[in-house]
T-cell receptor
Framework: QQQVKQSPQSLIVQKGGISIINCAYE??????FPWYQQFPGKGPALLIA?????SEKKEGRFTISFNKSAKQFSLHIMDSQPGDSATYFC?????????FGSGTKLNVKP | EAEVAQSPRYKITEKSQAVAFWCDPI?????LYWYRQILGQGPELLVQ????????DSQLPKDRFSAERLKGVDSTLKIQPAELGDSAMYLC???????????FGQGTRLTVV
């Protein structure tokens, strides 16, 4: 059973546009929600993370929106750039264990 | 900058052979994870160590996979015998534990032929 469901599987955005990736979870015990960015041939790297006591966190062009009642959270990439082209994974954390979504491959067209 | 070291980066092995992967976590990180990532999917936890102790190996196929972290520092993941379905990226990650960032290594890309 997949603990974290991620959509879309792939996303094409024009340079300067907004990229939005969504995740949903069922286990209300999750209490930390990181997003990871992975380039081909590399391991995932932490991009931004949020705790469920806040509804939004912004770091530069990257924003996490968190809806605790709906058990959903999303990543927004503003002013998307070709260098943002990568695979993005959401994750949920509980009891020292991370559960990852299936990933979204983002392609930002110049 | 401290990083998680993994070797080898790539490994091609024949079915039924043994293969081993090595991971050296960031210094001071007590928690070490081994993940398997099939192409196009998210990482799936195989085994988690806290210092030298296994805290979760529920998803580790124990008939063919083994993992150890003898001195609570570096770790080895072994597959014997390898099967075609084991072809994947094997990622090692480490953290201080709790709500702290998990740092990933670059992974070992395994191809079983």
């Amino acid at each position: 059973q997949q603990q974290v469901k991620q959509s879309p599987q792939s996303l094409i955005v024009q340079k300067g546009g907004i990229s939005i990736i969504n995740c949903a979870y069922e286990n209300t015990a999750f209490d930390y929600f990181p997003w990871y960015q992975q380039f081909p041939g590399k391991g995932p790297a932490l991009l931004i993370a949020i705790r469920p006591d806040v509804s939004e966190k912004k770091e530069g062009r990257f924003t996490i929106s968190f809806n605790k009642s709906a058990k959903q959270f999303s990543l927004h990439i503003m002013d998307s750039q070709p260098g943002d082209s990568a695979t993005y994974f959401c994750a949920a954390y509980n009891f020292n264990k991370f559960y990852f979504g299936s990933g979204t491959k983002l392609n930002v067209k110049p | 900058e401290a990083e998680v070291a993994q070797s080898p980066r790539y490994k091609i092995t024949e079915k039924s052979q043994a293969v081993a992967f090595w991971c050296d976590p960031i210094s001071g990180h007590a928690t070490l994870y081994w993940y398997r990532q099939i192409l196009g999917q998210g990482p799936e936890l195989l085994v988690q160590f806290q210092d030298e102790s296994v805290v979760d190996d529920s998803q580790l196929p124990k008939d063919r996979f083994s993992a150890e972290r003898l001195k609570g520092v570096d770790s080895t993941l072994k597959i014997q015998p390898a099967e075609l379905g084991d072809s994947a990226m094997y990622l090692c990650a480490s953290s201080f534990g709790g709500y702290t960032e998990a740092f990933f290594g670059q992974g070992t890309r395994l191809t079983v032929v």
